[in-house]
């Protein structure tokens, strides 16, 4: 199932124009606030009318503004989680679960909310009203009633946002489970890169109402000129599987035939995980340096290097394990003579674990 | 107390009662009407749902029976139907409603206004069609205000005078109502006594009417927001 999307409406301050595929899997509309990543979950789930629109869900038409009038959101089938969870206060949450369900065309049947009850963890609540529950049990909920009400897509508009990080980590590896447990495709909105190297599969970087940049996640986050929250949130993903635990309380990882090492990880040998590699984490030497405690030096060939933003240069390593990116000075480049084609050595300071759903 | 006095309270509790209830579904209307759409006319109708609240209620009245009355086109018309309001108790109820209407509109109005609408989005985003998306939320939320709205129509209608004793004048038994009986016990020598005790009870009974009111709603609202189960 895809999702196409055209849409065009002009606001005070900016305006709206792009279009973009949705495929399955999670599709990460990544960007800063106010870059129109909100407003186009709200065309699409019908909530926000722009001046041009073309919206086709698989072969059917939700909304074609040459065509005619668009599907009202009820009949879009398309469900929405909101960065408030926006339970219903006068309902339990059994009654929340069930309230899309009702007027869902498929008849969802019961097992299938027993297990996605289970899946969520939400068992204990079920008696429970919206009120009493923490904000994590709450977006829980929220999340079962969009999967529940039957839809054929999910949107999810920053639905971590309001959480605190505990909240957070209690949260993402349910939207793990949803992409790698449930066909559905779901367009997520976020402007933390962390959260987009954790569940993107696909990326479309947005700034000011224009798609700059659209992708496989390890594509779009390891271009240096496409940085949607700016150099700062710059960071390459790398996937890898573990290799082995060793006794001093490191864990190996294998990145495409390169050797990581990472403080011990709870996972079992074969089992994949990503890698988020921050740029600003990450140090360039066109010699292999020795004599460094770092651990993890990968070797490569710089294959782009971003216009300057300040001091501060982006510049893309192909390496074995996958793209890097660094983030150095402009004098730095000029010093050490940094350009295109050049070999290079990335010593990378601390690589982040981009999943812990690991068992 | 003397018969007289038991049914001119008898009859302000059946006035009053249907007053309330049979302009209820139209005072939610017009208040959803008023708190979610906007629509040419708007504030035109909202003057005029006011307009009974500042008009002299024997203007108010002398207009129902310019209309309504058995000798008024749309009273005759309806007269065909079995519909009579002139002289009647239905018409002693319809001049009751229309008097508590704006108390009635302000309150549900101001309850729906107070629903959070980005639950509405959700409801629809749920698959809910806008009527569903009404009794389903709006109006279980707005369930407080509407509550004290027909309360304070009710309570306005127990009292209701003017408007009344001009279109459906001063029958015993048919449209005789608390302050009704309470004016003419006034214009006969000795009636004070039962005029008296027509007062206290028609404090009673407002005093009563508004507590109740005030109790169901702080209740309604407590469930609503009920923090722990159910």
Not at chain 2, 82 to 108: C, D, E, K, N, Q
Not at chain 2, 131 to 148: C, D, K, Q
Request: net charge neutral; aromatic share 6%.
């Amino acid at each position: 199932m895809t999702l196409r999307v055209d849409l065009k409406h002009r606001f005070s301050s900016f305006s709206l124009d792009l279009g973009f595929d949705v495929p399955d899997g999670i599709t990460v509309l990544f960007g800063r606030s106010g870059s129109g990543k909100s407003t186009v979950l709200r065309a699409i789930a019908g909530i926000f009318k722009p001046e041009h629109a073309r919206i086709v869900l698989s072969d059917r038409v939700l909304c074609d503004s040459e065509a005619g009038p668009c599907l009202p959101p009820h009949k879009r089938r398309i469900g929405m989680i909101f960065q408030d969870a926006r339970l219903f206060p006068h309902l339990t949450v059994a009654q929340n679960l069930d309230f899309g369900r009702r007027f869902s065309k498929r008849d969802v049947p019961q097992g299938e909310v027993s297990q996605m009850v289970e899946m969520l963890g939400i068992g204990a609540l079920l008696d429970r009203r919206p009120d009493g529950l923490s904000g994590g049990e709450q977006q829980r909920v929220a999340i079962g009633r969009a999967l529940l009400s039957g839809a054929e897509m999910i949107l999810a508009d920053e639905p971590l946002a309001a959480l605190d990080e505990a909240r957070k980590a209690e949260i993402l590896p349910y939207f793990e489970r949803l992409r790698d447990e449930i066909a559905i495709p779901v367009l997520y909105v976020s402007h933390s890169p962390a959260e987009v190297a954790r569940l993107a599969t696909t990326v479309i970087a947005l700034e000011a109402g224009r798609v700059i940049g659209q992708g496989s996640a390890e594509a779009v986050l390891g271009d240096p000129a496409v940085l949607p929250v700016g150099t700062g949130g710059a960071g390459a993903l790398i996937r890898a599987t573990v290799r082995a635990h060793h006794a001093d309380g490191l864990t190996e990882l294998d990145a495409g035939g390169e050797a990581l090492f990472l403080p011990r990880l709870m996972a079992d040998p074969g089992h994949p995980v990503r890698l988020r590699i921050a740029a600003h984490e990450v140090i360039l030497s066109p010699d292999r340096p020795v004599g460094l405690s770092a651990l993890n030096i990968l070797s490569g060939t710089i294959v782009e290097i971003s216009e300057a933003q300040g001091s501060a240069v982006l510049v893309a390593l192909q390496t074995g394990a996958g793209r890097v990116l660094a983030r150095v000075t402009t004098r730095s480049v000029a010093a050490l003579g940094l350009r295109v084609g050049a070999p290079c050595h990335a010593v990378v300071k601390t690589a982040s674990i981009a999943q812990d759903n690991l068992t | 107390m003397g018969p007289e006095e038991w049914q001119a309270i008898a009859l302000s509790l059946k006035v009053a009662f249907w007053a309330a209830l049979a302009s209820l579904p139209f005072g939610i209307f017009i208040a959803y009407a008023l708190a979610r759409w906007d629509f040419p006319g708007r504030q035109l109708l909202n003057g005029l749902v006011h307009l009974p609240l500042v008009l002299p209620p024997v203007v108010t009245g002398y207009l129902l029976l310019m209309t309504l009355g058995t000798r008024a086109p749309l009273g005759a018309f309806l007269e065909n139907f079995g519909i009579v309001f002139s002289f009647r108790w239905t018409g002693a109820a319809l001049a009751a409603a229309i008097m508590g209407f704006p108390l009635m509109v302000r309150a549900i109005r101001l309850s729906i206004e107070a629903v959070d609408g980005r639950l509405e989005e959700a409801a629809s985003t749920l698959g809910a069609s806008p009527l569903r998306v009404f009794f389903r939320v709006t109006l279980p939320l707005s369930w407080p205000g509407i509550l004290a709205g027909a309360v304070l129509a009710f309570a306005k209608a127990l009292g209701e005078f003017g408007a009344t004793i001009t279109f459906v004048s001063n029958i015993p038994g048919q449209t005789r109502t608390l302050p009704s009986a309470i004016y003419a016990f006034l214009q006969v020598p000795g009636g004070e006594s039962a005029a008296l005790r027509l007062v206290l009870i028609s404090i009673a009974l407002a005093m009563a009417a508004l507590i109740l009111s005030e109790v169901l709603a702080r209740r309604v609202s407590k469930r609503l927001s009920e923090g722990g189960r159910s």
